[in-house]
Nanobody, 126 residues
């Protein structure tokens, strides 16, 4: 069973940067799909970025050019580098994983993944 543990959240001023980490364990297969999602108070959970075991990435339009998703296979860890953060991006960020195939167009859909972590809070102040 896949387990995910996020870290790296915190408080930052508008325009600042944070790097989130997601440590994964328990993969059965060498092929997998992972994503970062966020949920702000009173809003739906939305996909931010996704990466697969081959390193293919997807980004939500709202974060392109500012966020970078990456992974360190040796450490079984996925990262999300977030730059130029804005107050409206304050949310609980969580990582999600799936070992069954997810088509490229679906990798930012919240229904695509079956396993997710507890989340890490990101607060951006103005």
């Amino acid at each position: 069973q896949v387990q995910l543990v996020e870290s790296g959240g915190g408080s930052v001023q508008s325009g600042g940067s944070l790097r989130l980490s997601c440590a994964a364990s328990g993969y059965t297969y060498s092929t997998y799909y992972m994503g970062w999602f966020r949920q702000a108070p009173g809003k739906e959970r939305e996909g931010v970025a996704a990466i697969d075991s081959d390193g293919n990435t997807n980004y939500a339009d709202s974060v392109k050019g500012r966020f970078t998703i990456s992974q360190d296979n040796a450490k079984n860890t996925m990262y999300l580098q977030m730059n130029t953060l804005k107050p409206e991006k304050t949310a609980m960020y969580s990582c999600e994983a799936e070992e069954k195939y997810i088509s490229r167009w679906a990798r930012l859909l919240k229904t695509a993944y079956k396993t997710w972590g507890q989340g890490t809070q990101v607060t951006v102040s103005s």
